[in-house]
């Protein structure tokens, strides 16, 4: 006896919400947001384009997620590293710093994508500005939790943020062992105290590099 279904015809499965998000967000970084399109993303997953339908309403729904997805990786992880437990303010700075080196922290391509993206959608440009405000406002938190006068942590939580948001915004490409060294440097330049010994060999100890 032969199977009446062959396989052509047996449906495929319609993956995860994930899966076609994911793919949605490669698009956007490789490609920008014009390239974010079903068919595209159908054809990415290896799934039909009605597929889609079972997780995104339409395409706003899809961008909506896309854009949420990036204030909870990006936007959140600042706000955890710059809350987290530390002893210094130095401290304090590494674990955030940890953000530019580590990738699963913070998604510095993603976050270039975002704000090319914002160019030509003044609603995503309003939350990419109070994206970058929760930023400022969470490192500046964190230096007045360590003493620092409100006027002092104006200035040094808008140096820290604007420094690394031109780093992405230029595409700077460095050398990954000059990049690590210079982070103590940078963090004695935002703080105005050098970190003590230990501390930056913690620091560099968490990112090894080749």
Partial sequence: M??????????????????????????????GIEAVKIMPLARAVDQTRTGFYWYFKDLAALHDA??????????????ARCEAPAATITQALF?????????????ARLDLAIRNWARNDSALANRLDAA????IAAVRAMF????????????????????????????????????????PHYVEMFSGQPPAPADVAAFLARHPVE
């Fill in 144 to 183: 007045l939790r360590y003493g620092y006068s409100p006027e002092q942590a104006d200035v040094r939580s808008l140096t820290t943020i604007y420094t690394q948001v031109g780093y992405i915004s230029m595409e700077v490409e460095e050398d990954p062992k000059g990049r690590l060294a210079r982070v």
């Fill in 132 to 135: 970058d405000a929760a930023r």
């Fill in 66 to 79: 896309m854009i949420e997805t990036w204030e909870a990786r990006n936007t959140g992880q600042i706000q």
């Fill in 2 to 31: 032969t199977d009446a279904t062959s396989p052509s015809d047996t449906p495929r499965p319609r993956g995860s919400r994930e899966l076609w998000l994911d793919a949605a967000l490669d698009l956007l970084v490789s490609s």
């Fill in 95 to 107: 674990n955030l710093m940890d953000c530019w080196l580590d990738p699963s922290l913070f998604d």
